[in-house]
């Protein structure tokens, strides 16, 4: 099975407005981290916020909010005011401790922001 | 944040030559590290996990042989494409850990990535 899965391959957004980038994932082990990820055509992966699974407020990091819903198992990535530089991929992943820490990604998304 | 440089950031080889690129952690110690492969418009996938001072070990159907990781220093690890093949063109990615006092709290720092070609 998927550990994480994003089901939007691509998102158009107009600038100025808020976005929301699915991800919902898969795992038993109770203590994992929830990460976003942009990789602009560079391809350098810029890490954008976390989120712990015993946390209890959603993380917010400036225009970048994770909307965490550990019941439902999602982790969304909500961009408030969209800006042109923007336009990305993004990538949800997810660390489990009990798997040594190594990462699993998503097949991510592909953000337009269209002015 | 912490830096994780890699060397060289593009590289094109002829086939049947091997490429070696290094990846560094510039102001921590890193006792582990991951090699990633992209292809284009696809997620990263893990090749393999690199551990300081031992043998790295490897994710299902990526090829030991073909892909030789040294992790000699706490602040070096090296991917050696082996007898290149334009089929492993690819984007490499790595990534080194810094060990923080809780598993969860451990942090997970990219490389900018090394573009290969392969003719």
């Known amino acids: 099975a998927q550990k994480i899965t994003q089901t939007q391959p691509g998102m158009f957004v107009q600038e100025k407005e808020a976005v929301t980038l699915d991800c919902t994932y898969d795992t038993s082990d109770p203590s994992y981290g929830l990460f976003w990820y942009k990789q602009p055509s560079s391809g350098e992966m810029i890490f954008l916020i976390y989120q712990g699974s015993y946390d209890q407020q959603n993380a917010t990091e400036g225009r970048y909010s994770l909307n965490f819903q550990k019941a439902r198992k999602s982790a969304n990535l909500v961009i408030s005011a969209s800006q042109l530089g923007d336009s990305a991929m993004y990538f949800c992943a997810m660390r489990e401790v009990n798997t040594g820490n190594q990462f699993y990604f998503g097949t991510g998304t592909s953000l337009t922001v269209i002015p | 944040g912490a830096v994780v440089s890699q060397h060289p950031s593009w590289v094109i080889c002829k086939s049947g030559t091997s490429v070696k690129i290094e990846c560094r952690s510039l102001?921590?110690?890193?006792?582990?590290m991951f090699w990633y492969r992209q292809f284009p418009k696809q997620s990263l996938m893990l090749m393999a996990t690199s551990n300081e001072g031992s043998k790295a070990t490897y994710e299902q159907g990526v090829e030991k042989d073909k892909f030789l990781i040294n992790h000699a220093s706490l602040t070096l690890s090296t991917l050696t494409v082996t007898s290149a093949h334009p089929e492993d063109s690819s984007f490499y990615i790595c990534?080194?850990?810094?060990?923080?006092?809780?598993?969860?709290?451990?942090?997970?720092?990219f490389g900018p990535g090394t573009r290969l070609t392969v003719l």
């Open positions: 102001d921590f110690q890193a006792t582990t």
């Open positions: 990534s080194a850990r810094r060990v923080a006092g809780a598993p969860l709290d451990d942090e997970q720092f």
